[in-house]
C-alpha cells in the first residue's frame, strides 16, 4: 500500500491518478516507477532516503544543465521524504542494449564525448560545498576488500600486518598517481547509467543517470568506471581506441590502472558481502570473472609494486 505521504505527493502534483510500473532493484538505496497518466504523459517517480545525497542529485542536475549536458528535468521534489518526480527518458538504456546484442562502440564513443566536454567545461572551483575524491577516500574504500572478500576467498580473516602493508602500498600508489587537475566525477559513469536519446535533442544523444554521488576528483575515474564495468568485459581494441579518444583531448598522466584496481578490489569486497544474499547471487558469481581481470590490471608497469604482494597472499588466484 502506497504511503500516505506520497499519495498527498503525488495529488499535490497531479499524477496521483496514473498507472505506476516499478523497475527492478539497482545495488542502490534507490527505487523507481514510471507513472503514466491516461493522456499517455510519463514521468519517473524517484524513491531515495532523503538527506545530503538527495539533494546533491537535485544541484549535480542544474550543473550538467548548465555545461550542455543531458540530466532529466525535475518536476518536483520533496526533499523531506526523498520524493521525485524526473523527466521520462524512455527505454533505451545504453547497457541493456548492448546486453541485446547491439555494438557498445557506438555508446562508448558518445559516452567519451561527455567525459571530454565535462573536462573542458566543468571547473572544479565551482563546484563549492562538492565532496572531494582524493587519496584517503580511495584507500578507505579498499577497507570492505580486506574485511569481506578476504575471508570469503581465504577462509580467514586478513593478518593485520599484511592488511597495512596491502593499504600502504595502495596509498604509495594513489599517491604518487593522483596529481592530476580536478573536475566532476560523476562516479558511476558507466553505459548501465546512459540512456540513447537519438530521437530528440541531446547532448552527444545521452542522458544521464545516477549522480548523486557525484564529487570532486581526477577525470579518470569515471573513465575508468565507463570501459571496465564489471557486469560485462569490452573488447580490448574497443578500450584502446575509446582510451586514445580521451587521452587525445584531455592531456593527463595515466593513472587509471592504479584506479581500476582500486574499483575492482573494492567490487569484490561488495560483492563477497553480498554474496549470501540469495537476492544477488548472479552478480556475486562474477567475482571469478573480476579475480581475473584484476590479474590482468596487476601486468600493468605503474602496478608492479603489488604483484609479488599478491602472488603471496592469494596464491589460489595463480592456480586458476
Given at each position: 500500500?502506497?504511503?500516505?505521504?506520497?499519495?498527498?505527493?503525488?495529488?499535490?502534483?497531479?499524477?496521483?491518478?496514473?498507472?505506476?510500473?516499478?523497475?527492478?532493484?539497482?545495488?542502490?538505496?534507490?527505487?523507481?516507477?514510471?507513472?503514466?497518466?491516461?493522456?499517455?504523459?510519463?514521468?519517473?517517480?524517484?524513491?531515495?532516503?532523503?538527506?545530503?545525497?538527495?539533494?546533491?542529485?537535485?544541484?549535480?542536475?542544474?550543473?550538467?544543465?548548465?555545461?550542455?549536458?543531458?540530466?532529466?528535468?525535475?518536476?518536483?521534489?520533496?526533499?523531506?521524504?526523498?520524493?521525485?518526480?524526473?523527466?521520462?527518458?524512455?527505454?533505451?538504456?545504453?547497457?541493456?542494449?548492448?546486453?541485446?546484442?547491439?555494438?557498445?562502440?557506438?555508446?562508448?564513443?558518445?559516452?567519451?564525448?561527455?567525459?571530454?566536454?565535462?573536462?573542458?567545461?566543468?571547473?572544479?572551483?565551482?563546484?563549492?560545498?562538492?565532496?572531494?575524491?582524493?587519496?584517503?577516500?580511495?584507500?578507505?574504500?579498499?577497507?570492505?576488500?580486506?574485511?569481506?572478500?578476504?575471508?570469503?576467498?581465504?577462509?580467514?580473516?586478513?593478518?593485520?600486518?599484511?592488511?597495512?602493508?596491502?593499504?600502504?602500498?595502495?596509498?604509495?600508489?594513489?599517491?604518487?598517481?593522483?596529481?592530476?587537475?580536478?573536475?566532476?566525477?560523476?562516479?558511476?559513469?558507466?553505459?548501465?547509467?546512459?540512456?540513447?536519446?537519438?530521437?530528440?535533442?541531446?547532448?552527444?544523444?545521452?542522458?544521464?543517470?545516477?549522480?548523486?554521488?557525484?564529487?570532486?576528483?581526477?577525470?579518470?575515474?569515471d573513465l575508468v568506471s565507463l570501459l571496465e564495468v564489471s557486469r560485462r568485459n569490452y573488447p580490448d581494441t574497443l578500450?584502446?581506441?575509446?582510451?586514445?579518444?580521451?587521452?587525445?583531448?584531455?592531456?593527463?598522466?595515466?593513472?587509471?590502472?592504479?584506479?581500476?584496481?582500486?574499483?575492482?578490489?573494492?567490487?569484490?569486497?561488495?560483492?563477497?558481502?553480498?554474496?549470501?544474499?540469495?537476492?544477488?547471487?548472479?552478480?556475486?558469481?562474477?567475482?571469478?570473472?573480476?579475480?581475473?581481470?584484476?590479474?590482468?590490471?596487476?601486468?600493468?608497469?605503474?602496478?608492479?609494486?603489488?604483484?609479488?604482494?599478491?602472488?603471496?597472499?592469494?596464491?589460489?588466484?595463480?592456480e586458476k
Amino acid at each position: 500500500m502506497m504511503q500516505e505521504s506520497l499519495q498527498a505527493f503525488l495529488r499535490a502534483h497531479r499524477w496521483d491518478e496514473a498507472v505506476t510500473r516499478s523497475f527492478p532493484a539497482d545495488w542502490s538505496m534507490r527505487s523507481y516507477a514510471r507513472l503514466e497518466k491516461k493522456s499517455g504523459s510519463t514521468c519517473i517517480l524517484m524513491l531515495m532516503p532523503p538527506g545530503r545525497e538527495f539533494v546533491h542529485f537535485q544541484r549535480t542536475a542544474k550543473v550538467l544543465q548548465a555545461c550542455g549536458l543531458k540530466a532529466p528535468d525535475i518536476y518536483a521534489a520533496s526533499d523531506n521524504d526523498g520524493y521525485m518526480l524526473l523527466e521520462d527518458y524512455g527505454e533505451n538504456n545504453c547497457g541493456r542494449m548492448v546486453n541485446e546484442g547491439q555494438n557498445a562502440e557506438k555508446f562508448l564513443e558518445h559516452a567519451i564525448d561527455v567525459l571530454i566536454h565535462i573536462n573542458q567545461n566543468v571547473c572544479a572551483s565551482s563546484l563549492v560545498d562538492y565532496p572531494e575524491y582524493g587519496v584517503d577516500y580511495f584507500v578507505e574504500q579498499l577497507q570492505e576488500f580486506g574485511k569481506h572478500y578476504v575471508p570469503h576467498a581465504t577462509g580467514k580473516e586478513w593478518d593485520q600486518g599484511e592488511k597495512n602493508d596491502f593499504l600502504t602500498m595502495m596509498r604509495a600508489l594513489l599517491s604518487s598517481l593522483l596529481q592530476q587537475p580536478k573536475t566532476l566525477m560523476l562516479r558511476d559513469f558507466m553505459l548501465d547509467n546512459l540512456m540513447w536519446l537519438d530521437d530528440r535533442p541531446a547532448a552527444f544523444h545521452l542522458g544521464i543517470l545516477d549522480f548523486e554521488l557525484a564529487g570532486v576528483s581526477v577525470a579518470e575515474y569515471d573513465l575508468v568506471s565507463l570501459l571496465e564495468v564489471s557486469r560485462r568485459n569490452y573488447p580490448d581494441t574497443l578500450i584502446k581506441k575509446a582510451k586514445e579518444k580521451f587521452y587525445n583531448a584531455v592531456a593527463l598522466p595515466s593513472c587509471f590502472s592504479v584506479l581500476s584496481l582500486q574499483r575492482h578490489l573494492r567490487v569484490l569486497g561488495v560483492l563477497a558481502r553480498l554474496s549470501s544474499n540469495p537476492l544477488y547471487a548472479a552478480k556475486a558469481a562474477s567475482m571469478g570473472r573480476i579475480e581475473t581481470h584484476v590479474r590482468k590490471i596487476l601486468l600493468a608497469e605503474e602496478c608492479a609494486p603489488l604483484r609479488n604482494f599478491f602472488k603471496t597472499s592469494f596464491p589460489h588466484w595463480a592456480e586458476k
